[in-house]
């Protein structure tokens, strides 16, 4: 491929709601631009960007995938990312390594909730975004309600091109910017120009006025120009455009239908008139050993840097990752180094990516995206640099998992090696988290949502032929007592030869939250020897593991011995545990013992009008509101919840907001579980002790 300087390069992100058609529109861009000779279609599993075998018989995004085309003497880099929230963490590192979004709308739904998300993620970016309605040419299609749709997005709109017809009734696209008309596509690259239907001249009129409107405020000379009534050059206009999109003061929109072909054309035309790396503020990083700051500009003859937003395994390449060069230029067959490892890394070849192809090339320069294979240290958010200018880039802020599995192998005997992988499959992305709980003796899977972790474990399923399950993760419930209580533990068998004899006497106490366990040793005059007391001390250990009620380890309690007696002969360490543990079961039963539960910090931001249904339902959970704070134009609740009530509240959330809430939680403390929830988890414990 051509060498392109960073002015000449432009890098966007294709980001909305699930099914609104960013692959096809990838798919229309590509073929448009004379990088693919058909185009592919989703149904059919043609796509470049949707080369993945589960995203093939998905139908559906999954992965973010990397497209380039060149186009008017531009190199134009298109990241596709995936749609539903699950896979979030793929949109979330796309939005901070593009330079412009293209947001896509479904014409027949509006604005969804996942387009509505991922638009303030864009704002915590500034990112400059342009907006492509699809599918006008589909039978629920709306113009009025869109456009308004669009408007409570809460940016400037401008049209830069209008539908003729809408629905069935669309037959072409009236391009605002060379005041020309065109049939819709026939499948074919290039549109076929048509005069201006006279019944919309009113429309467009209006249309256009708005567009000029904007553009000239972008520029003091445009501004007195058209005061003065005089027109606007196509030039003077996207000059303008340009300036204003990269500003961020307003948002273009173009209409059109992906899979029908009509419209990406002029969406393409646009792209050159997109910023480019250099016409963005700098880039800051951090030097490693020290606090200093320093501007980075998309300059190839600059320092290196280059930030890994991406890392994945291929079946045939191994261990991949994905970076943009920020400053400087990385080259095959160098030496770099990873500032966030701490480690040199021989880098043996670069290679640009467009879906699942590698190209190879000697080098990717400032401004532009790559790909390096079997490097050993480095992974995503890591920076590489030069080994004599050790700098660090901002890590991408990944969203926290919202729900966990317990997994287990479908065969027996596959334990480590479903860990193995597990863990392999997190390394590979950082919403999935792996973690063995050592308590409950459980292997906990976190991820975005049921989507998510399904696709996992199909992944593993395929490539590893490894089965699992999934099963609701155990509570790690904690047992303690009220009172205090004081009981004996005797340990005695005598059948012929040596017996056993073990004797004492424990006085248990309850402690505050969060002291633990602690054993005192009040024995005087011997009556239980030196050489016993460390056997007592580890009776009570292990018996401190299994709680009387629900066999949970039991905390904040102190345990004294201050009595007992042995025997010549038939004492051991062993009757000692024994009778520790013994004393312990008593005096654990007679000091009113009681179940605790995890208690979340949990909180949860939605739009305004869900605010009711979100209280009651967190108080059906058992949920006490902590606070509610306004926060760009939502609202955020904060509320102590029991974990127990809240597994699946990613999908009852889902559904009570039409996806357009979204929480967090983390563990706060331990509290006394009500006397009904703890009779029923009483009685499945014996329940499991029975058949067990
Ligand atoms: N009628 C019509 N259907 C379209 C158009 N664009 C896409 N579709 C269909 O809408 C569905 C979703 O299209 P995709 O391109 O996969 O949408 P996406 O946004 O990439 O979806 P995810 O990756 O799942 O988020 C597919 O069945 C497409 O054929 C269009 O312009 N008109
Ligand atoms: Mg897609």
Redesign the pocket.
């Known amino acids: 491929m051509k060498e392109y300087g960073p002015d000449k390069i432009r890098n966007i992100g294709i980001v909305?709601?699930?099914?609104?058609?960013?692959?096809?529109?990838?798919?229309a861009l590509l073929f448009c631009a004379g990088a693919t000779d058909k185009l592919g279609?989703?149904?059919d599993g043609t796509?470049v960007s949707?080369y993945d075998d589960e995203e093939i018989q998905r139908?559906?995004?999954i992965n973010s995938s990397l497209c380039i085309c060149e186009y008017n003497g531009h190199k134009i880099n298109i990241i596709?990312?995936?749609?539903?929230s699950d896979f979030r963490g793929e949109q979330e590192s796309t939005l901070r390594v593009v330079d412009v979004v293209i947001f896509?709308v479904d014409a027949s739904m509006g604005v969804e909730a996942g387009t509505e998300k991922a638009w303030f993620r864009a704002d915590d970016y500034n990112r400059p975004r342009i907006i492509f309605v699809?599918?006008?040419?589909?039978e629920n299609a709306k113009f009025e309600d869109t456009l308004s749709s669009l408007e409570s997005l809460g940016s400037k709109i401008v049209p830069l091109n209008l539908p003729i017809g809408i629905g069935t009734s669309f037959s072409g696209l009236v391009d605002l910017v060379k005041m020309k008309a065109y049939a819709k596509g026939d499948g074919g690259k290039k549109l076929q120009e048509i005069s201006i239907p006279a019944d919309m001249q009113d429309q467009i009129d209006s249309f256009r006025e708005r567009l000029v409107d904007v553009v000239a405020e972008t520029d003091d000379e445009l501004l007195e120009k058209y005061l003065d009534g005089q027109e606007l050059s196509d030039e003077e206009i996207t000059t303008g455009l340009k300036k204003g999109i990269t500003e961020n003061r307003f948002v273009p929109v173009f209409f059109?239908?992906?899979?029908?072909n009509s419209g990406p054309q002029l969406l393409l035309d646009m792209i050159p008139y997109l910023p480019s790396p250099v016409d963005l503020q700098p880039i800051i990083a951090k030097k490693a050993d020290s606090d200093e700051e320093i501007e980075l500009n998309a300059d190839p003859n600059g320092t290196l840097a280059a930030f890994v937003f991406k890392t994945i395994t291929d079946p045939y390449a191994g261990k991949v990752n994905f970076f943009r060069v920020y400053s400087g230029t990385l080259k095959s067959d160098s030496y770099v180094f990873n500032s966030t490892k701490g480690r040199e890394e021989r880098i043996g070849k670069v290679s640009l990516v467009h879906g699942k192809k590698f190209i190879d090339t000697d080098k990717v320069t400032a401004g532009d995206f790559g790909s390096v294979m079997k490097l050993s240290e480095t992974g995503t958010n890591d920076t590489l640099c030069d080994p004599s200018n050790k700098l660090i880039l901002k890590p991408i802020d990944f969203p926290k998992p919202i729900i966990s599995m317990a997994v287990t192998p479908k065969t027996q005997g596959d334990d480590e090696k479903l860990s193995t992988i597990l863990t392999r499959m997190s390394e590979e992305d950082p919403t999935f988290v792996v973690k063995r709980e050592v308590e409950t003796k459980e292997t906990i899977i976190s991820g975005m949502g049921e989507l998510h972790i399904n696709v996992i474990l199909s992944k593993i399923q395929k490539r590893f032929n490894v089965g699992a399950n999934l099963a609701q993760p155990k509570i790690p419930y904690r047992e303690t007592i009220r009172s205090t209580s004081q009981q004996q533990g005797k340990y005695k068998k005598q059948t012929g030869g040596r017996g056993q004899y073990g004797d004492v006497w424990l006085k248990l106490e309850p402690l505050e939250r969060g002291k633990g366990f602690e054993f005192v040793d009040a024995i005087v005059g011997g009556v239980v020897p030196r050489q016993y007391i460390p056997a007592v001390e580890k009776g009570l250990l292990e018996a401190i593991q299994e709680g009387v009620l629900s066999g949970s380890p039991v905390v904040d309690i102190r345990v004294t011995l201050y009595d007992g007696s042995y025997h010549e002969v038939d004492s051991s360490e062993m009757a000692f545990k024994i009778a520790a543990s013994m004393a312990f079961k008593k005096a654990m039963e007679a000091a009113n013992p009681f179940i605790m539960e995890p208690i979340m910090n949990v909180e949860v931001t939605i739009p305004d009008e869900y605010m009711g249904e979100i209280m009651s339902d967190l108080n059906g959970r058992r949920g006490r509101i902590a606070g509610v704070t306004p926060s760009n134009g939502r609202q955020v609740i904060r509320a102590l919840v029991p974990l127990a009530e809240m597994y699946r509240y990613s999908v009852d959330l889902r559904s009570i907001t039409s996806d357009r809430g979204s929480f967090t939680m983390e563990f706060s403390h331990y509290e006394e579980v009500p006397p009904d929830i703890s009779a029923k988890i009483v009685s499945a414990y014996k329940a499991s002790n029975q058949s067990s």
């Open positions: 909305s709601h699930a099914r609104a058609g960013k692959t096809s529109l990838t798919e279609k989703v149904d796509t949707d139908k559906t995004s596709d990312t995936p749609g539903y896509v699809n599918k006008v040419e589909r059109g239908s992906a899979t029908g």
